[in-house]
Each structure stands twice: as C-alpha cells, then as structure tokens.
C-alpha cells in the first residue's frame, strides 16, 4: 500500500478493523490475537510511505512498513482475512476493490509458467528473456 498523506496509528488500525469486521467477522473473532500483533507492529505513516504484506506459505505473513520487517503472522487464515480487505465483498471503497483485482490479474497476466521438459522442447530466446512477475 503506498500513502499520499499521513495517517496516525489510530486510523490505520480503526480501517483494518472496521475492514476486518464487514468482510470476515468469524475471521476476527478467532484471530484476535493475530490481529492485536498486527496491530502493534504497525506506527503512523507518513506521506509517501508504504506497507507491504506477504503471503508465504510456509513463513506466513510478514509485514513490512518503510521498508522495515514489523512483524510475521503465520498462517493462511490471517493471510485470508488481511486480503479480504482489498480482495472481500465489502472493501473501504468500490475503486480500491477494482483497482486490486484488475493489478492481480496484470500481475498474472504478466507472469510466465512454463512446463514441460526443457530438454526435448528447448525455450526460444523470446520466452526465455520474457519478464517475470513476482506475485
């Protein structure tokens, strides 16, 4: 997420919250410690800043605010209720929803599988040198 104006610590957790509580309230009430973590790792932000979560499946989700690694919560279902925000039925706005899932399907659209052996179907230059999306 990158900010265009600072927002105190209070405000960024009450969005989570309420974001939290309209898309996934079963998720909340069973992930409150979860959510408590997460909450005080993040600070204020200031304008320009940027917050990054990543889903690994086998660290979890880490956290990272201005470029410093904040906190790391394992478990897909945190992982799930964070994503929710921008990714369930009631995000803080209609154009955020929009803008994440048409960057996710860039993101895809842009990423490149290949399968098969390499060794009876060598690649082209073309498709090797092809950019790679990190997801």
Same mark, same amino acid.
């Not at 919250?17 to 410690?33: G, Q």
């Given at each position: 997420?990158?900010?265009?104006?600072?927002? @105190?610590?209070?405000?960024? =957790?009450?969005? %989570? $919250?309420?974001? %939290?509580?309209?898309? @996934?309230?079963? $998720?909340? &009430?069973?992930? &409150?410690?979860?959510?408590?973590?997460?909450? $005080?790792?993040?600070?204020? *932000?200031?304008?320009?800043?940027?917050?990054?979560?990543?889903?690994?499946?086998? &660290?979890? @989700?880490? *956290? *990272?605010?201005?470029? @410093?690694? !904040?906190?790391?919560?394992?478990?897909?279902?945190?992982?799930?209720?964070? %994503?929710?925000?921008?990714?369930?039925? &009631?995000?803080?706005?209609?154009?955020? !929803?929009? %803008?994440?899932? #048409?960057?996710?399907? #860039?993101?895809?659209?842009?990423?490149?599988?290949?399968?098969?052996?390499?060794? =009876?179907?060598?690649? #082209? $230059?073309?498709?090797?040198?092809?950019?790679?999306?990190?997801?």
């Amino acid at each position: 997420m990158h900010f265009v104006r600072e927002i @105190t610590k209070n405000q960024l =957790t009450d969005g %989570f $919250a309420d974001s %939290f509580h309209n898309n @996934t309230p079963e $998720a909340e &009430k069973a992930l &409150k410690s979860d959510i408590d973590r997460l909450f $005080a790792a993040l600070g204020p *932000v200031k304008d320009g800043e940027e917050i990054a979560f990543t889903y690994l499946p086998d &660290k979890g @989700t880490s *956290v *990272v605010q201005a470029g @410093t690694e !904040k906190v790391t919560i394992s478990g897909s279902a945190f992982a799930e209720m964070l %994503f929710s925000v921008w990714l369930g039925p &009631k995000p803080p706005n209609v154009g955020l !929803k929009g %803008f994440a899932r #048409s960057t996710l399907r #860039s993101q895809l659209h842009r990423a490149s599988i290949v399968i098969g052996d390499s060794a =009876t179907k060598p690649l #082209s $230059a073309a498709h090797r040198n092809r950019p790679r999306a990190s997801l």
